[in-house]
């Protein structure tokens, strides 16, 4: 059968008008008594179990569905609208998969890495007896797999189905949606991960045909959004209140050559709607160099406007021409050398980050070397890096492998170099203005910053003091499209970024964004861990000791001493005593009670000690 929809009850003069689809409780369903069937049609639906239902799941939209998401970020956007859609239909959320009713996983077949986590996920629902939907790259390019058997499968473009297929698997039907030609809209309900930050797919699909890519079988042939639909996408979520929009696909650069248009005619007309005061900031995703070579200076022209990220990600994969030969990237080392030599001088700032497949089947010694000095001439502020796995029925698995021991040995030592760079260096006293859309968690890759509280969401003028190998650090001078809220305390800002020098503050800075293809979290990445591009905060914890309570005094003080100066005309020359090298009385008052502290506790440990010798 070609779709589901061949099973309408009713069909004819009584059924649905031409065109109409009706939902899945009117498709008619043969109950089947044998279980132990081994493969299934491309769409259809199927009883798989046999529960004792609860009267709550007997009732749509009732229920509490979990979400996990493995990929790059158009799979992070697919999850955002199915959870949009399950939520605007009545459902629940849920951050706990056991408290869940029913578990959605949206798959990546990137890499081997992700399709292990996607298996170890379905047995541990089918373990608790969980009802599963499967979504994703996974299930549209490997329909046939042993781990999807008796779950509920739904294709990349059938997004905009994913309630049908929850209500139906919450039946105890084995649902499988797969074949579909038409984009899903853009204007589905969506339920944002971040609510800053809008990831917008403007195509699905590539035109090339890398002999190493799983992902080409499941997103298929290039299919490219009208500019008008874009567009109008981005005034919405503008006006929603998104501060970034991230542009994704699987190749960007090859945007509308379906359709008769190409990447800068979109990012201009994009770039014509973004507010002037920068409170809106737009970041290109991932190209491959083929489709952007005779664009480049129209790119670098959007690449300089204020509200764009002066970033790209730009995959080489390879520093050998005949590595690139075999991978089919359409490609030489000499063009993936032109795109960013002229991204570089043409554009202020400009930073690149790449990817490089170590152990491609047939890459020599020769080969590899190429690769370490490519990396090493350029410096790439961001290397994706990752060991070859075969994917199966791609044409590269069939190639003859490179010892599994040299491949390690090659990632080892290509990850020893790129994090012998030290790409902030240089930064200390520069000032640059930054965009707060998220909340840091991983507590390294942080710029402590003195800042308002209700940072999120806003812009804000910082003087770099410091900086590490994967940070830096800064203080506030200016908060740009500031909130109401005006209470001062400490802020830590993720900086992973390697921001252009500006001799206008309020210009910009260039900023880098998330990769599409770091899709298998931070072990298939060197450098920056998971959603490295985000600019991100969090409270910092002295503010709940006393000794939080001095500091937010000093930057009280510090904060009333700048609006002093700027009153009377005076340049500021140092903020705090990070820059300036001063003690003020709250400095010397927090070190003093530190002293007292801790010669207490050594009174304390002296006293139990003599206590403990007497007895």
Request: net charge positive; charged share 25%; hydrophobic share 35%.
């Amino acid at each position: 059968m070609e779709d589901i929809e061949d099973l309408l009850v009713g069909r004819g003069a009584e059924g649905a008008p031409p065109g109409f689809r009706l939902p899945l409780t009117s498709v008619g369903v043969v109950p089947r008594k044998n279980r132990n069937r081994t493969k299934l049609n491309d769409d259809k639906i199927s009883p798989i179990y046999d529960p004792l239902t609860p009267p709550s799941l007997k009732i749509p939209g009732t229920q509490t569905i979990y979400i996990k998401t493995f990929g790059c970020s158009h799979n992070q956007s697919d999850s955002e609208y199915m959870a949009g859609q399950l939520s605007a239909f009545g459902y629940l959320l849920a951050d706990d998969p056991e408290e869940a009713d029913l578990w959605l996983i949206n798959t990546c077949t990137v890499k081997s890495p992700s399709q292990s986590a996607m298996n170890t996920i379905i047995a541990k629902g089918k373990s608790a007896k969980k009802p599963l939907v499967v979504a994703g790259c996974v299930p549209q390019g490997s329909r046939d797999l042993k781990e999807l058997e008796g779950v509920s499968i739904i294709g990349v473009q059938q997004i905009d189905r994913v309630v049908e297929i929850v209500e139906e698997t919450l039946k105890g039907h084995e649902v499988r949606l797969l074949t579909r030609k038409i984009l899903p809209a853009l204007d589905l309900p969506k339920v944002r991960k971040n609510k800053f930050v809008e990831i917008l797919p403007i195509n699905v699909g590539c035109l090339g045909a890398c002999t190493y890519c799983k992902t080409k079988h499941a997103r298929g042939h290039l299919g490219s959004y009208t500019v008008d639909s874009l567009v109008g996408r981005v005034r919405t979520v503008i006006g929603d209140g998104v501060k970034e929009i991230w542009l994704s696909s699987e190749d960007t650069g090859a945007y509308g050559r379906d359709i008769g248009v190409n990447l800068p005619i979109l990012l201009n007309a994009i770039v014509a709607e973004l507010p002037s005061d920068g409170s809106t900031m737009l970041r290109i995703g991932m190209t491959n160099p083929p489709f952007i070579l005779e664009h480049l200076k129209e790119i670098a022209a959007v690449l300089r406007h204020p509200c764009v990220y002066s970033f790209l990600h730009v995959p080489v994969q390879s520093g050998s021409d005949a590595v690139l030969s075999a991978m089919n990237r359409e490609y030489t080392v000499t063009e993936f050398r032109t795109v960013v030599d002229t991204l570089t001088e043409l554009v202020p700032g400009m930073q690149i980050a790449t990817d490089i497949i170590c152990g491609f089947p047939g890459e020599t010694d020769e080969d590899f070397a190429r690769t370490v000095s490519l990396v090493k001439e350029y410096r790439f502020s961001q290397v994706h890096i990752s060991q070859f796995y075969p994917r199966p029925g791609t044409p590269a698995a069939r190639m003859k492998k490179v010892p599994s021991t040299t491949v390690k040995n090659r990632s080892r030592e290509l990850t020893s170099v790129f994090e012998a760079f030290q790409p902030y260096n240089g930064m200390e006293g520069r000032v640059e203005r930054i965009w707060i859309t998220d909340i840091a968690t991983d507590r390294v890759h942080l710029v402590l910053v003195i800042a308002p509280e209700g940072l999120l969401g806003t812009s804000a003028i910082v003087k770099i003091t410091s900086v590490g190998r994967w940070s830096v650090f800064g203080e506030v001078i200016e908060i740009v499209n500031q909130p109401n809220n005006k209470t001062a305390t400490n802020w830590r800002v993720s900086s992973e970024h390697k921001c252009s020098s500006l001799s206008d503050p309020y210009k910009p800075c260039s900023c880098s964004g998330l990769s599409e293809s770091c899709a298998c979290g931070p072990e298939s990445c060197r450098g920056q861990q998971s959603n490295f591009s985000k600019r991100e905060l969090l409270e910092d914890q002295s503010k709940r000791n006393l000794a939080g309570w001095f500091l937010r005094k000093r930057n009280n003080l510090v904060r009333k001493k700048i609006q002093s100066e700027k009153a009377s005309g005076v340049k500021k020359q140092e903020q705090s005593r990070g820059s300036t090298g001063e003690w003020d009385f709250i400095d010397r008052v927090l070190l003093g009670g530190m002293l007292v502290s801790s010669f207490t506790v050594i009174i304390l440990l002296i006293y139990l000690y003599i206590t403990l010798l007497s007895k």
